[in-house]
């Protein structure tokens, strides 16, 4: 898990050169309460098999290439 539902938990993502989190054939990831903004491409970005990963609950924003990508995903549930 990246991040989480308590303030503690949380992560600050940004001013990376790609993608803030990129999962790959990640399955049963989750992505959830963070701050993903100021990235040079997207903020999330996955691709391939994602069953039973999550985006969730994330403050997604002014990331350069856009700020959420999981065209090339499947089995991903994303909520904002």
């Known amino acids: 898990m990246i991040g ?3 303030s503690p938990l949380r992560n600050l993502i940004r001013f990376n050169g790609g993608s ?12 959830v309460g963070n701050n993903i903004l100021n990235n040079q491409n997207y903020g999330p970005r996955a691709s391939g098999n994602c069953s039973g990963s999550m985006v969730q609950g994330n403050t997604i924003v002014a990331n350069a290439g856009g700020d959420v990508n999981l065209s090339g995903s499947r089995g991903i549930n994303y909520t904002s």
Do not use: E
């Open 4 to 6: 989480g539902t308590s």
């Open 20 to 31: 803030g989190v990129t999962l790959r054939s990640s399955r049963a990831a989750a992505i």
